[in-house]
């Protein structure tokens, strides 16, 4: 096996056209599991760790360009006030040491429908930055999941940074697992308000080939919600409900698609109260409580 080391995101490029089989390794702690356990063996590996520049984050215009690079725990010191969503799913991914090494980018690159990362992405409208040496592609994140564990990405392409915008309301994520740490989620749920656009945005883990949004129920507050009110109980049931139908899950040792579905619908209608008591504030006596079953 052939180690890549680049220095620069260029010779990286290089490094992917020249060799399009080359696994990319950023944080590696979801690629030395793999090689670890003999899951595959490449010819090439292309070690990330080193390109200047993929661990940085800044602002550009409205939006924070984040570089493939940084870390989990980083995302949680440096950006929790301004991604609260992707910083609550953060603080979920495995342990200390998994969250000082492990990367969203990395995240973005294994797509697994159980990535922790994602459904924030999702929520929030992130976009993917993905360049090659013909060029620079900015990909939706509703766009960029294409299969279990596949993605939009060319062979010759690199993740190179993901934008989103600080959040413009209160962002909550909440994921169900078989313990409380170090667990692959059982399933997951973002929500974003979007008080500005009238406009709520879901994401949803573990619950599908992909991780995916929950388009009808999307849609559904976008016309039901009064911004101006309390939380109408009968209205987070229901999206609790629709969230619940967007999933496409499947049994397996983790638990059922029965049992999926129904805890989809409860971290939905719990994370949209919760979201919606930040969103209204503490006075609001009439909002239901964070533990309505
Ligand atoms: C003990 C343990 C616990 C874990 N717990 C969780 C958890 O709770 N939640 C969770 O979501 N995940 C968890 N994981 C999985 C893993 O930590 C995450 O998926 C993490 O985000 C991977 O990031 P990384 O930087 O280590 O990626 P790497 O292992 O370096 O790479 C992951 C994948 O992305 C590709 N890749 C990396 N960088 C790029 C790039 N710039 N462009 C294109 N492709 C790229 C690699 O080729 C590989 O396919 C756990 C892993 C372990 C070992």
Redesign the pocket.
């Known amino acids: 096996m052939e180690f890549l080391q680049p220095t620069t995101w260029d010779e990286a490029l290089a490094a992917k056209a020249e060799h399009p089989e080359a696994?990319?390794?950023?944080?590696?702690?979801?690629?030395?599991?793999?090689l670890n356990f003999d899951v595959r063996r490449p010819e090439h590996l292309l070690d990330?760790g080193r390109v200047a520049g993929?661990d940085r984050w800044e602002r550009t215009g409205d939006r924070l360009r984040i570089g493939?690079?940084v870390?989990?725990a980083r995302i949680i010191g440096e950006l929790g006030d301004r991604l609260p969503g992707l910083a609550q799913a953060a603080r979920?991914?495995?342990?200390p040491q998994?969250r000082n090494?492990?990367?969203?980018?990395?995240?973005?690159?294994?797509a697994?429908p159980?990535?922790?990362?994602h459904p924030p992405l999702l929520a929030a409208d992130a976009v993917v930055e993905?360049e090659s040496r013909r060029g620079i592609r900015m990909i939706a994140a509703t766009d960029f999941y294409q299969g279990v564990k596949r993605s939009a990405?060319e062979p010759d392409?690199?993740?190179?940074a993901f934008w989103l915008a600080p959040a413009t309301g209160p962002q909550y994520f909440s994921k169900i697992g078989t313990r409380n740490a170090?667990?692959?989620?059982v399933c997951s749920f973002a929500v974003a308000l979007h008080p500005g656009e009238r406009r709520v945005g879901t994401g949803i883990g573990s619950a599908a080939p992909t991780p995916i949004r929950a388009a009808a129920a999307e849609d559904f507050l976008a016309r039901e919600l009064d911004w101006d009110a309390p939380l109408d109980e009968a209205v987070a049931r229901e999206f609790g409900a629709l969230v619940g139908a967007a999933a496409t899950p499947i049994d397996d040792v983790r638990g059922t698609a029965a049992y999926r579905r129904h805890a989809l619908a409860v971290m939905a209608r719990r994370t949209l109260t919760w979201a919606w008591r930040d969103h209204r504030g503490p006075g609001d006596a009439e909002n239901p409580g964070r533990g309505a079953a």
């Open positions: 696994v990319p390794i950023q944080g590696g702690t979801d690629v030395m599991v793999e990330l993929l493939a690079g870390t989990y979920t991914v495995g342990s998994i090494r492990g990367t969203v980018g990395g995240n973005l690159g294994a697994s159980a990535g922790d990362g993905v990405l392409e690199l993740i190179r170090m667990v692959i989620a």
